[in-house]
């Protein structure tokens, strides 16, 4: 019986996978070209980890086998990560080589000028199509270097029209660069030496292709997946390949009970588990590209609740966070793009490592000795009265607090990302000594943020906005009575984070708001931070 893998590339007689055939046929046609005697494309085939790259250079590889008119090849640079000499770098492709084809006459090359000697018809019968997986493993320099050969074989090849791909100069039919960032141009102040590539890029499984590698495992195991848990696992992971197939794992083996059906419970145990106890390299690795300088500084200005950023690939920190996996474009209505986090998922296991690293250790967040019983009671929680006992600690403890935090470069304000980091910090610690829970939720993948609590069986929906001004706060109104409709619950509390508020303006702005449409009441807090 097959498995779910996210260990490196899927093989397709053991594990459950996802054709691709549509991806694959693109590629193939890219490197053998639209006229196989004119010659293929030299390509890049980028994407984030673990979105299947080499899995689908492995497939095209076998495809191209078949038709018997090319030589492939499919090597890593992986071993060359920390190569630092030309000789050196050179010496690992040449090897690689050797060891692919099995052929020992293959010269050793130890100058760029060179490379291009290797690709020729004396060392090949038949036109090459050569796949580098790892590319971008190389220091910067080597990668250019390559680019550079690359792209004069190319033009050379495209000057001699007419001939015959396999008695031109170069035998260089296709290339593939798997993974690279900057070929494309993006790390190199000079623009890219590679611009005759075109490229590939590997998106996301399609919910319709996650559902059936789900429908795959039924059929072979017998044990039914409720489709509430295909849609959420597809909601929470946006269909990234790695993460679909490593919760796959976790539903159907580390913690499958064998019940006649995975159901949606099962689901929420799985994914509190990923959420909070298992390292996945996956994870690991956005994280610490988000945490990068000067990448943080963007990532949590993501978090920002007021404004979307708009997204542009040539926005260098965006392209950084887009190509590792941290965030994608959004399409908005009026044809532009926004930035988003790549997945639900990714966005909480991001909130929870800044809450954790940038919240310092909480002091005694009330004094023993209070009454509590305007706050909290055995059946209810006032959720004006705990935001109030918040802003009071916030006022005693600020210097402790935002000591050391990330602040705005325009203007050495403390960002607004702290502060809810903060209040979600004291908040679970807070409830926690009363059987109580919170949990951060992200509807719509940028800025915006809300806290559901739950405690004594009844659930809490809490907005959590920065107040700008007077329209603003009544379009919040608006959207919080739709998200509590939603949540399907009658009422619902819109906090705001504001440096100062008179006790004339709390009179004027926290009053309830009952929202005709959806019949939803909305009660407004203001946190002033100070």
Known sequence: MRKFSSYGPI????????PRTELIDQTCRQLIGEEVDEGGHYITIWAPRQTGKTWLLQQARQRLDQRGDFEVAILTMQSAKNVETTTDVLEVLITNVRNWFRRDDLPYIRDWKELRTLFTPRYFAKPLILILDEFDAL???FINAFAN???SIYLDRNNQVGKPSQEKTYILHGLALIGVRSVLGIENVTGSPFNVQRSVHVPNLTEDEVASM???????????????VVDRLFYETRGQP?????FGELLTETYNRHESAITEHDFAAVFSAGLNLLPNNNILNIISKANTSPYRETVLKLFNTNEKIPF?????HLNYLYLNGVIEPQPEEDLTYSVRFASPFVQKRLFHYFADELTPSLARLYDP???LSDTITETTLSIPHIMHRYEVYLHQHRERLLADVPRRESDNRVMEAIFHFNLYTWLLQFLAGFGGRVVPEFPTGNGKIDLLITYADRLYGVEVKSFLNRKQYQTALEQAARYGQELGQTEIWLVFFVEV???ENREVFEVTYMDRTTGVKVHPVFLATG
Do not use: K
Request: hydrophobic share 25%; proline share 2%; glycine share 4%.
């Open 139 to 141: 220091r910067p320099e």
């Open 11 to 18: 093989n397709t007689n053991q594990h459950y996978y996802v």
């Open 312 to 316: 542009r690939y040539d926005n260098r």
């Open 214 to 228: 789900f429908r795959w495992y039924e059929e072979e195991s017998g044990q039914q997946v409720e489709a509430a």
């Open 149 to 151: 050969e690359f792209r």
């Open 501 to 503: 508020i008179s006790d």
């Open 242 to 246: 790695g993460l679909v197939s490593w």
């Open 369 to 371: 000795f209070d009454d």
